[in-house]
């Protein structure tokens, strides 16, 4: 599938799940196990000191994650986080760019990579994730 084509086919999958419609990130990229995504920052992304909450950061690292996911597992797979461990390491008061990598596909396991820049370039956060591969959507 082309690159637009996967993107279409995402944003139309989770067009109305609240989590998307909350975060109101922007897909720049996708290909087979990668995902770049966008988020603007908002007031109510804000965590008292002008910058962008850590939950909303890692709403965003799991998010890339599961999207970079979805363009290599088996279409006919379910998925859920099993596990997130994030590492904030600059405040982000403004927008930020999530770069997501699937390290691993397994039959039951899959695990992704996310860094989260400022637009400076400057490293604001990385994180790693475990997917668990569960009942097939029907």
């Given at each position: 599938?082309?690159?637009?084509?996967?993107?279409?086919?995402?944003?139309?999958?989770?067009?109305?799940?609240?989590?998307?419609?909350?975060?109101?990130?922007?897909?720049?990229?996708?290909?087979?196990?990668?995902?770049?995504?966008?988020?603007?920052f908002r007031p109510e992304f804000d965590?008292?000191?002008?910058?962008?909450?850590?939950?909303?950061?890692?709403?965003?690292?799991d998010t890339a994650i599961a999207c970079?996911?979805?363009?290599?597992?088996?279409?006919?797979?379910?998925?859920?986080?099993?596990?997130?461990?994030?590492?904030?390491?600059?405040?982000?008061?403004?927008?930020?760019?999530?770069?997501?990598?699937?390290?691993?596909?397994?039959?039951?396991?899959?695990?992704?990579?996310?860094?989260?820049?400022?637009?400076?370039?400057?490293?604001?956060?990385?994180?790693?994730?475990?997917?668990?591969?569960?009942?097939?959507?029907?």
């Amino acid at each position: 599938m082309d690159p637009d084509a996967l993107i279409a086919s995402l944003e139309e999958r989770f067009r109305e799940h609240p989590v998307r419609r909350f975060l109101d990130y922007r897909i720049s990229e996708l290909a087979e196990g990668r995902c770049v995504m966008s988020l603007q920052f908002r007031p109510e992304f804000d965590n008292s000191t002008g910058a962008v909450h850590g939950g909303i950061l890692a709403m965003l690292a799991d998010t890339a994650i599961a999207c970079a996911l979805a363009t290599s597992a088996d279409p006919e797979m379910n998925f859920a986080t099993a596990n997130l461990n994030i590492h904030f390491l600059r405040k982000a008061n403004t927008a930020v760019t999530a770069t997501a990598t699937v390290i691993k596909t397994g039959s039951k396991v899959c695990v992704g990579s996310c860094d989260i820049h400022d637009p400076e370039g400057q490293l604001v956060a990385t994180a790693i994730a475990d997917f668990v591969l569960h009942s097939s959507r029907k």
